[in-house]
């Protein structure tokens, strides 16, 4: 099979940094060899230091055109809190047509790459027309998602929400909630709908997000499973939990039982599972997902604004627990800055510095022999996203995809740093963007900062945004 050659003269390979490395890479847009201490010949140089791309693990991409618009005391006054944001979020989502979820997905998408996340997975659960009935084609909306994911050049795995009740024990939804909702047959026809048209797409995987405990009942879990299951029994399950303390007590008061314990107790949530935030866990709770291995998707900026809380993160990686990160509601869209919170809200609650650096034992702590801060977290995410989205992605190593991130070596923030440094550099240096080419799956879609699809996205989304924001304002409407 033909390769093409790519020179760098600094990347960030499994084992550490190395030198003079040489990327050969297939039609398939994979990794056909990386070798050390090479002569570039005639490989194309890259223009910096390369680092492989970020998994983003946790996206509600409608939720990007949110942004900004929800930081005023709301209906809850002064007890606003995320349950009043949410009410906010489902009038915003209330009327959204597919042509306008893929103008605001695409320009997400492409800002994402922009900022170095070359992969993403989109917990999707606006299915339905604004009335609660299916579409013509009952997978229009996740077409849509796939549609913006193809033009941005991100890959995708596309995580369909199954969503019926609207709360614990099978309690009737709320009208907000009736664009979300299948029952078991029409979800498992929407995944066979999905993998027959995409699966074998490389930049594609499908897998499935439970939304939440109280949006699902046992059985329908359990069902939601099989039906993954049928197509691809290593598939990634992705599941909202113990995000806020309302959520544990409701829990509680229905099972008995914590969100974390109940799920470990009645199913085999392992090394597939992602459980998105995670934040309030008991001792045990958290020790039972350290070791099976599930990762942990954490979304600090989206944690932060809606008050959630701060995960254990340096007992959980004191552990051997996995993690990973996600832009969520996408009131940031950077790994840069997920990171430097995940870091910061330790450093606030135990008032020390470089905390992640030093959790004996723990993903951050295997991928810094150096200790640098910068390069647990950075190495930790690359790791936990990867397996959180079931793709051979993460790493300069053959076989997987060919996903390149190329470092401004030259910028203020970055030059004459080198190795673990740069990573440092990278994560806590500044907010200025320090990437320059961006290349997924063998195909550069950032070249010298500027994505291919930014004129036409942005044009879009910006003449829609304004309109939408507009009429809003005419209704004295708050989004």
């Known amino acids: 099979m033909h390769s093409r050659g790519f020179f760098a003269e600094s990347a960030l390979l499994p084992d550490g940094w190395a030198r003079d490395v040489l990327f050969e890479i297939d039609a398939t847009g994979a990794f056909a060899a990386v070798g050390t201490g090479r002569e570039p010949g005639d490989a194309v140089r890259l223009s910096g230091p390369a680092v492989p791309g970020m998994p983003n693990l946790h996206s509600h991409a409608f939720q990007r055109a949110m942004a900004g618009l929800t930081e005023r005391v709301g209906q809850g006054g002064a007890d606003d809190s995320f349950w ?5 979020m489902y009038g915003f989502v209330g009327d959204l047509t597919p042509d306008e979820v893929q103008t605001i997905a695409t320009q997400l998408y492409v800002e994402m790459v922009k900022a170095g996340y070359t992969s993403v997975g989109e917990f999707h659960y606006l299915h ?6 299916l579409y013509d084609d009952p997978a229009e909306m996740s077409e849509r998602i796939v549609a913006a994911a193809t033009i941005a050049g991100i890959g995708l795995t596309h995580l369909p929400v199954l969503y019926r009740y609207g709360g614990f024990g099978g309690k009737e939804p709320a009208t907000g909630q009736r664009r979300f909702l299948h029952d078991a047959d029409a979800y498992a026809r929407l995944l066979e709908t999905l993998q027959q048209r995409h699966g074998a797409d490389p930049q594609f995987r499908l897998g499935i997000a439970p939304h939440s405990l109280r949006a699902v009942t046992p059985d329908l879990l359990r069902a939601g ?3 993954l299951d049928s197509i691809d029994a290593t598939a990634p399950i992705h599941i909202h939990i113990s995000e806020q ?3 544990v007590e409701e829990c509680i008061a229905w099972a008995q039982r ?4 109940y799920l470990y107790d009645e199913f085999d949530a392992g090394a597939r599972w992602c459980l998105v935030h995670a934040t309030h866990m008991t001792d045990d709770e958290r020790r039972r997902m350290a070791a099976s291995k599930a990762i942990a998707g954490l979304c600090p900026t989206t944690e932060a604004n809606l008050g959630d809380g701060i995960f254990p993160a340096i007992e959980y990686l004191a552990e051997d627990g996995v993690f990973g990160v996600g832009s969520d509601s996408h009131i940031s869209v950077s790994p840069v800055e997920e990171l430097r919170w995940l870091e910061y809200g330790q450093r606030l609650i135990r008032q020390r510095r470089n905390r992640l650096a030093v959790a004996q034992g723990g993903s951050a702590a295997s991928g810094s022999a150096s200790g640098s801060v910068g390069a647990a977290l950075w190495r930790g995410a690359l790791a936990g996203g990867a397996q959180a989205l079931g793709r051979r992605i993460g790493a300069f190593a053959t076989g997987h995809r060919a996903d390149i991130v190329v470092l401004d070596g030259d910028h203020p923030l970055l030059v004459g740093k ?3 440094l740069l990573l440092d550099g ?3 240096a500044g907010n200025e963007s320090l990437v320059r080419d961006v290349m997924i799956g063998g195909r550069w879609r950032v070249r010298d900062r500027f994505h291919e699809a930014e004129a036409g996205a942005r044009a879009r989304y910006q003449q829609w945004l304004r309109a939408r924001l507009g009429d809003n304002a005419a209704r004295g409407a708050a989004v």
Not at 84 to 88: D, E, F, G, L, S
Not at 258 to 261: A, D, G, K, N, T
């Open 84 to 88: 009043t944001w949410r009410q906010v």
């Open 128 to 133: 339905h027309d604004p009335d609660g009935r």
């Open 225 to 227: 499973i099989a039906a």
């Open 245 to 247: 303390m309302r959520e």
């Open 258 to 261: 914590r969100p974390i314990e």
């Open 418 to 420: 080198d190795g673990d």
């Open 426 to 428: 990278l994560v806590f």
